[in-house]
């Protein structure tokens, strides 16, 4: 880590540098913009990789924390952008050239805070409505429900984009830009809709059956819950993770606790380490075993689902011996787990990888050879492995296009290193791969529960921790890897028992937009299809 | 009369009272034999058939999905089919949390179903908004925009709770009048007048 830093301070010899679990340097915002492409361009950089954009608001100013990976050297670095401006109008120059992803990241950080990123070629709200009131990530927002009332009437829906631009004076100048053009025939496709998985909406230009653009829509399930974390004590905000992606449910939690902990200086038991990364594993096989078969669905082959449910039932069961429930577990707590496994977990697991490889044959025949099946999946939907990380497309669905970006790899946490593992990769891009990518990741999730199931070491699963657990003062960040991708958490302290600021970055949000990049010139049948192989799970991407 | 369905003795159920109350209603001003006797078997046919409109935001509807699969098999209470369009559904299952930005999508969705139509409000976050009940994009229950008939608590409902909540329903039509609108139309011709949508209710 310490070589990055040294690297960016001998480019950059002015800007301050803070040091985190990940180094943070400060750019003023008018040298931001040289310096991104500086960053990205530089070969023994190469940060090529936006993670996310933490928007912050420090009562005494507005800012943003871009955090950088690259693809290259495997390292991680912050960089903090204070906004200029008032609070009226606060404001960052865009990157959205720079990475492709930051367009994303930037409306949600306008959406949240109103920090506008001037040369944004998109600066609308993401997730609230067009006439909302209010930015409500910061801290004096006004939460009357009388300003932000239950409508039943529709939300204004409007055809423009508004970009944001300095005139000569260094005034900002809004300016409006049309989101389709003049003559583009334009298809609703959700919120309701069965295989958007969940409420998703994709308003369509479509130039007969070929799809020419596609503005994804977002925030039918935006619950806010970044900013419910700031109002709740640590060990509250753990459960909100369950309710993402709701498949990555102990991943999820895993990730919370470890940063937590690492906040903390909580050193977890070993035996809570295997647990939980059992727990994450079983539940990357039962995720990957539902995609299989909603996928399929949605293609057309129903009856893979009863095929891949029956997998995903038998570790629900396993789960539900130890943990409880069925989904929402809430198991893995700030100290290491709630409550010791189950007498017969050991045995049920290896039931379960006994037949494991039966069912994998089965789908294999069923499906993955299936000619229908290689007809419509090989060659759809191809994204480059470039284009891939421009997105942010992480998770299987990146790893399928060629980019190794496995965070259990990348970025080692817990007992990971020791284990034996593949990291899947593929090369084709396509629907194919991304499908193939994610049944090939069960026989290695397989391959470490073998590993891992005779060797659970004893002692106790939970060490003891102050039940007003308070934070030191100071900022972490981390990524791990969930079902579905990367999973980026930053917590900032004030030293008292809440949060200051819970950042969540979700694999699922850059999944779903990239939709537009890797559908434009295909059939609209294809959009389900690549939407479908994507697997993003809309809690996740609206939080 | 005992109200109840196919291989569930009326004893079993937790919640007699209110069925009670329903059977009641319906006696109040007694009814023609014929009429009587149809409602009965339009009844009978419609609680063992009632469609459900695929309609999920979140958690619960993975539950749901489960509740689809083999292990669970809502086909053997004639359920399995769930429809796309709300048109060609019977009640509507709500599963997950409904937002502001949901609110008038979900209202339509309602409004588009075909009558008689039903909902059922799935998970803690449809009845009272559950875990983000204090969040700034969260509606508090789905009771204000659209009539329920079950609630189905639980975060998620296991699909046991969600088959018991269905049956509740199928229990629910049984003693309504098909003709005669007494139980479920008129309240449901009150709250949509107190909620009125401009262009939908005529």
């Keep these: 880590m310490s070589n990055i830093s040294d690297k960016i301070q001998k480019l950059f010899p002015d800007y301050a540098v803070e040091e985190a679990n990940v180094p943070i340097f400060t750019v003023p915002q008018e040298k931001w913009h040289d310096t991104a492409v500086a960053l990205r361009d530089t070969a023994d950089l190469a940060l090529d990789y936006l993670v996310t954009i933490v928007g912050m608001d420090w009562t005494e100013n507005l800012g ?91 939300e204004r829906q409007s055809d423009f984009t508004d970009v944001y631009s300095l005139d000569e004076n260094g005034k900002v100048v809004k300016g409006e830009r049309r989101i389709f053009e003049k003559d583009d025939f334009v298809v609703n496709i959700g919120p309701q809709h069965p295989a958007t998985h969940g409420v998703l909406r994709f308003r369509t230009a479509v130039d007969g059956e070929t799809i020419k653009k596609i503005d994804v829509y977002m925030g039918y399930i935006h619950r806010g819950v970044e900013k419910l974390c700031e109002n709740l004590m640590y060990p509250q905000t753990l459960h909100f993770m369950d309710r993402l992606d709701y498949f990555s449910a102990h991943n999820y939690h895993h990730a919370l606790c470890m940063i937590i902990e690492k906040a903390a200086g909580i050193e977890i038991s070993r035996r809570a380490q295997v647990i939980r990364v059992m727990m994450d594993e079983l539940s990357r096989i039962a995720s990957h075993c539902l995609f299989i078969g909603t996928y399929c669905m949605d293609l057309g082959a129903t009856t893979m689902l009863f095929y891949t449910l029956r997998v995903r039932e038998q570790i629900l069961d396993i789960m539900e011996k130890t943990c409880g429930a069925r989904m929402t577990f809430n198991y893995d707590c700030i100290g290491g787990v709630m409550q010791d496994l189950a007498p017969d977990f050991v045995q049920d697991v290896k039931a379960l990888l006994a037949t494991l490889p039966a069912n994998l044959k089965e789908y294999n025949d069923v499906f993955t050879g299936n000619i229908i099946a290689k007809n419509r999946l090989e060659g759809v939907g191809v994204l480059s492995r470039e284009d891939a990380i421009a997105y942010g497309v992480t998770g299987p669905s990146g790893r399928a296009s060629g980019w190794a970006c496995d965070m259990r790899k990348l970025q080692p946490y817990s007992i990971y290193p020791e284990l034996d593992f593949e990291e899947v990769v593929a090369t084709e891009g396509d629907s194919m791969a991304r499908f193939k990518c994610r049944l090939h990741e069960i026989e290695q999730s397989a391959k470490i529960l073998e590993q891992l199931v005779d060797n659970i070491p004893e002692g106790e699963c939970c060490v003891k921790v102050p039940k007003m657990l308070k934070l030191p003062v100071g900022r972490w960040f981390q990524v791990t890897e969930g079902c579905r991708g990367a999973f980026g958490l930053y917590l900032e302290s004030d030293g008292s028992a809440k949060p200051y600021r819970l950042k969540i970055a979700p694999p699922c949000l850059p999944q779903a937009a990239v939709v537009d990049h890797i559908t434009r010139g295909q059939k609209i049948a294809d959009l389900i299809t690549i939407g479908g192989s994507m697997d993003y799970i809309v809690p996740d991407i609206d939080r | 009369m005992e109200v109840t369905t196919k291989s569930m003795p009326y004893e079993a159920w937790k919640d007699n009272e209110y069925i009670e109350k329903l059977v009641n209603e319906l006696r109040e001003n007694g009814t023609n034999v014929v009429v009587g006797s149809l409602d009965k078997l339009i009844n009978w046919g419609r609680s063992n058939s009632l469609w459900p409109l695929t309609f999920a935001t979140s958690c619960c509807g993975i539950e749901f999905v489960s509740l689809g699969a083999a292990r669970f098999d809502m086909a053997r209470f004639g359920w399995e089919v769930a429809r796309s369009s709300p048109r060609q559904a019977d009640f509507m299952m709500v599963a997950g949390t409904i937002v502001l930005r949901m609110v008038p999508v979900f209202r339509r969705l309602y409004d588009q179903l075909a009558e008689p139509k039903y909902v059922i409000a799935c998970g803690s976050c449809a009845i009272s908004g559950g875990p983000f009940r204090n969040s700034y994009h969260v509606a508090k229950g789905i009771e204000d925009i659209v009539p329920v008939d079950v609630f189905v608590p639980g975060c998620p409902p296991r699909p046991e709770a969600m088959i018991y909540g269905i049956m509740q329903l199928s229990r629910k039509v049984k003693v309504e009048r098909f003709f005669g609108g007494v139980n479920r139309q008129e309240k449901q011709e009150e709250f949509l007048a107190a909620h009125p949508v401009d262009g939908v209710n005529d």
């Design chain 1, 64 to 154: 943003a924390i871009y955090y950088l990976m690259s693809t290259k050297y495997d390292t991680i670095v912050g960089f903090k952008v204070l906004a200029a401006g008032d609070r009226q109008q606060p404001y960052i120059p865009s990157v959205a050239d720079v990475w492709h992803v930051a367009g994303l990241y930037e409306r949600e950080v306008y959406d949240f805070f109103g920090i506008i990123f001037i040369g944004n070629p998109d600066m609308r709200r993401l997730f609230l409505n067009i006439d909302w009131v209010g930015y409500p990530f910061r801290k004096d927002y006004d939460a009357d429900p009388a300003l932000n009332p239950v409508s039943i009437e529709s």
